[in-house]
């Protein structure tokens, strides 16, 4: 079961046009630490992937819908077809580093990246944010509370500015509100709720 603040940047990505995996497990022999040596079995966040024609007729009509923050990021790169892998924290005032034993497995599983540059791009995600080869953009991001420190080598991007966008969203296109009983998610039926019969 998801906490709030991953059920804030699930529905933050999948807005922005984005096709998610939720908790997927990397497993002891996939995780690899700076050793070499096998690490514990681990569950990231969420991976996803945009093609570069996502559109929605009652959503993302154009790039205005999108996240400024967030296309800045990955509009700098040029690419057709972007993938994420992001780390969510909900605790305030978190502070840490994030083990990027798990990565290698993320990438595979994501499936975007040849074979031949994998060992590239898994080495240049150990150091940064982001790696970009032949129109294919694969970035770490880092969505926590506004009072956390984000971690070496991941784009920050706050939960609240993700509630903000997703509050915006909805604004935007109160045909979504009329729906709101039709999502499976009780956290985005109430902001579709909320706003209803805040409009009245």
Excluded at 14 to 42: D, K, M, P, W
Aim: negative net charge.
């Amino acid at each position: 079961m998801k906490n709030f603040a991953e059920e804030i940047a699930y529905w933050y990505f999948r807005l922005n046009g984005f096709f998610l995996i939720e908790n997927y497990v990397s497993h002891h022999s996939e995780n690899l630490s700076g050793t070499g040596q096998r690490t514990n079995h681990a569950d990231n966040d969420l991976l996803g992937i945009r093609p570069s024609n996502v559109k929605e007729g009652v959503g993302i009509r154009s790039n205005s819908d999108l996240c400024e923050r967030l296309e800045q990021l990955l509009n700098g790169s040029n690419c057709t077809l972007i993938g994420i892998i992001c780390e969510v924290k909900g605790a305030e005032n978190w502070a840490g580093q994030i083990s990027g034993s798990r990565l290698p497995s993320c990438v595979r599983r994501l499936g975007i990246i040849a074979d031949d540059i994998l060992r590239e791009c898994e080495l240049a995600l150990g150091e940064t944010h982001l790696f970009n080869f032949n129109g294919v953009g694969l970035y770490k991001i880092f969505a926590g509370m506004a009072s956390s420190t984000p971690p070496d080598g991941w784009f920050p991007i706050t939960i609240e500015q993700m509630l903000a966008f997703v509050e915006t969203r909805l604004a935007n296109y109160d045909e979504k509100t009329r729906a709101w009983n039709h999502y499976d998610s009780p956290l985005m039926q109430y902001l579709l709720y909320r706003h209803r019969q805040n409009s009245r």
